[in-house]
């Protein structure tokens, strides 16, 4: 199980409630005590103009993506999903991936970003098929709080477009894990591990709906070989670690007992 975190989630939520740390790498300092074994980096608004991706070397860091958590924007349909938004947001981030050998950029379309219009999502496949083409080395792996036919539409635009599963959004969907996970098995690449109710709450695992027990049963009977990265709920401020260690042990008992 290639077990990772989200970053931010090791430390204080001072800088907000998932943000790049000012103090980053303590986070990469304690994942080997802790048997993780990457990041999922993170770019928001807020971090984006002194983000240390930008003016870091971070090529020797366990980094499986970068998340892309600036283009969760609440503007016109116009103004997010134009050239020039994308080329100031987006474009940066593929290229200082390339320079840090981080083969993943993650995409959120979800919250203030979501496609299921028609409309907004025919803008955003005009534009991120750009992207697909000018970084073919690049894999964009897109999260997508929405349903089958939404997400089928993205993951064929370009070969090198994946999955990131959310388990906590698609079950605040109402969906059947297993029958999306057997239509996209072959295009996921990485699964968000929270827990949530259906009224969209993030809880700790195993007190929402998620059935992680149905999904880690379908996953390892089918073979699947990527990565598994904790987004989990928040609990008590100044006990992340402790917080963290708790959650992996309950999702890991689950993962151990699944087929």
Known sequence: MKLGIIQGRLSKPTEGFQECPTNWKREFDVLNDLKLNHIEWIVTKKSFSNNPLFSEDLSGYPISSICADNLVDSGTIEYVYNIKFLRKNLEPICDKATLNNISTITIPLLEESDIT????R???????????LAYPHLTFSFEIESYEHVIQEVLEVCPNFKLTYDTGNMTSLGINHEYYLEKFF????????KDRTFDKETVTPTTGETQFNKIFNYLRSSGYDGTYTIQTAREETGNELETIIKHKEILEKIYEKSI
């Open 122 to 132: 025919g803008f955003f496949i005009s534009e991120i098929r750009n992207y697909g």
């Open 117 to 120: 219009n028609d409309v907004r």
């Open 186 to 193: 072959n295009k996921i690449d990485n699964i968000h591990l």
